[in-house]
């Protein structure tokens, strides 16, 4: 632990990449844990433009409950770590893919207790890959928009619709099988060819693009430190990879505490 903190603290490049592990000690039940079920469906099968299109009201359930199940989930110590260190090192980023906002809502809090300023807090925005539950965009036409409301999925005809044209809205995510938006995801390979470490946090690392992100890094002359409760396919090209939960291993891991 020691050696990753002094190699994580060292670096002026740092590039964090999470996933659903960092949000698990939260609540949030992570896509490929125990939990990760939802009826008996895997996300695979819902999170797809073929599975909204065959049945959109499925999938507005699916993430209705969702929504309402995250929106009630805090930041935990390991989204508070990582928003300090975003907020005091203005070369660190944050690339995360998960939807649940939690990141967000830590930096927020951040701000009202007057850790940082606003103009801090966009610029340690997470560079969001896949997305957010609580955004919401359309079928026909460019119109988005934020919203939290619980969804109203009981029948077809109750589903959220555009105000502009009419046409079915759809959750603002990006599902298996559809392309990230290429200017965040030129962001986040920028951010991983330009770091000196990639610190990866609560991923299996089995979807890509994201999970390419820290080889990047590493073919680049970088060096990649993994946090997980388990070994992934990113262990074996980790310099370290601390066995352990986010919520325990962060706080440690990004606080350098002042030299005696
Ligand atoms: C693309 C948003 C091409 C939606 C998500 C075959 C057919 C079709 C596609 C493919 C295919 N084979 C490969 C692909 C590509 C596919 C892919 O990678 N599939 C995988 C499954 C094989 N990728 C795509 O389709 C991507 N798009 O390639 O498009 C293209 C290009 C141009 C033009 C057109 C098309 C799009 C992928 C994005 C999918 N959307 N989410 C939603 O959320 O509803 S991905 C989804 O999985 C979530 O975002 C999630 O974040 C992500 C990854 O999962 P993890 O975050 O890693 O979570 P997981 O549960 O797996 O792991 C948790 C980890 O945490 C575990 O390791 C666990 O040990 C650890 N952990 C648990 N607790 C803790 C912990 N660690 C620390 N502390 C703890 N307490
Ligand atoms: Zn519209």
């Not at 469906?41 to 049945?55: G, H, M, R, S, V």
Request: charge should be negative.
């Amino acid at each position: 632990m020691d050696d990753a903190r002094h190699l994580v603290a060292s670096a002026r490049k740092l590039l964090i990449l999470t996933g659903a592990g960092v949000s698990a000690e939260s609540g949030v039940p992570t896509f490929r844990g125990p939990d990760g079920l939802w009826k008996r469906y895997k996300p695979e099968e819902l999170a797809t433009p073929q599975a909204f299109q065959a049945d959109p009201r499925l999938v507005w359930e699916w993430y209705g409950f969702r929504r309402e199940r995250v929106g009630a989930c805090r930041p935990n110590p390991a989204h508070e770590a990582i928003a300090r260190l975003t907020l005091e090192n203005e070369d660190a980023r944050l690339v995360t893919q998960n939807v649940d906002g939690l990141h967000e809502l830590a930096l927020e809090e951040a701000v009202t207790e007057g850790l940082c300023s606003e103009t801090s807090v966009s610029r340690a925005a997470p560079i969001r890959l896949h997305g957010s539950l609580f955004w919401t965009r359309c079928t026909g036409c460019d119109h988005r928009t934020l919203d939290r409301h619980p969804v109203d999925a009981k029948s077809e005809a109750s589903l959220p619709r555009c105000p502009k044209c009419a046409a079915l809205l759809r959750p603002d995510v990006v599902w298996f099988g559809e392309g990230l938006d290429p200017e965040i995801l030129k962001r986040a390979m920028e951010a991983a060819e330009t770091a000196e470490v990639c610190l990866v946090v609560g991923t299996s690392a089995l979807v890509h693009p994201a999970a390419s992100l820290p080889l990047l890094t590493k073919e680049s002359g970088g060096v990649v430190v993994e946090v997980n409760t388990e070994s992934t396919p990113l262990t074996d090209v980790a310099m370290f990879s601390l066995r352990g939960r986010a919520g325990q291993i962060l706080p440690r891991l990004l606080t350098v505490e002042s030299e005696p």
